[in-house]
């Protein structure tokens, strides 16, 4: 993993604040049902507006990784103490959880000023009849339909003409 993002890299919001701020977000712009989870390595925020289940997910940093557990000093690679290393990690976690209500909310706030709309700001994260997101369903053709070697559809779906 690379140097940490800037935006947030120093808040002292807590993670829970940070979700509670995602829901609160949502719900003022309408939906009907929030909910999220966390494991190890992600953290995932969902809802349902208009009838239409979103799902993100944030990758959560490597508690194991270097940035945390060493740092440098005189061309030398030392070990930081348990506790250093869990707070910057705690750090980078609180990070991304801004990063992610800042996201949410920019992307609602385009939404109503009629900058762009809820389809083309959730695409990616529309949850399909599967399970999956849209995302997730593409994304494995994406490379073949840019590089002209796969049919221009990605979904194998003809699109409707009037």
Request: glycine share 8%; hydrophobic share 45%.
């Amino acid at each position: 993993m690379g140097a940490m993002p800037t935006y947030a890299s120093k808040t002292d919001v807590p993670v829970a604040a940070s979700v509670a701020e995602i829901q609160r977000t949502v719900e003022r712009f309408g939906a009907e049902e929030f909910g999220y989870a966390v494991r190890r390595d992600a953290g995932m925020v969902e809802f349902i507006s208009g009838g239409r289940r979103v799902r993100i997910v944030v990758p959560l940093p490597d508690r194991d990784a270097k940035e945390f557990t060493t740092y440098l000093r005189g061309g030398f690679r030392y070990e930081r103490a348990e506790g250093e290393a869990t707070k910057r990690w705690e750090q980078a976690s609180r990070q991304r959880w801004r990063a992610l209500a800042l996201v949410v909310k920019a992307k609602l706030e385009a939404v109503e000023a009629g900058i762009s709309t809820f389809e083309a700001e959730f695409l990616a994260q529309l949850v399909l009849p599967g399970g999956i997101t849209f995302g997730q369903a593409v994304a494995p053709r994406l490379e073949e339909v840019l590089a002209g070697s796969a049919p221009a559809s990605l979904l194998e779906l003809e699109p409707k003409r009037p």
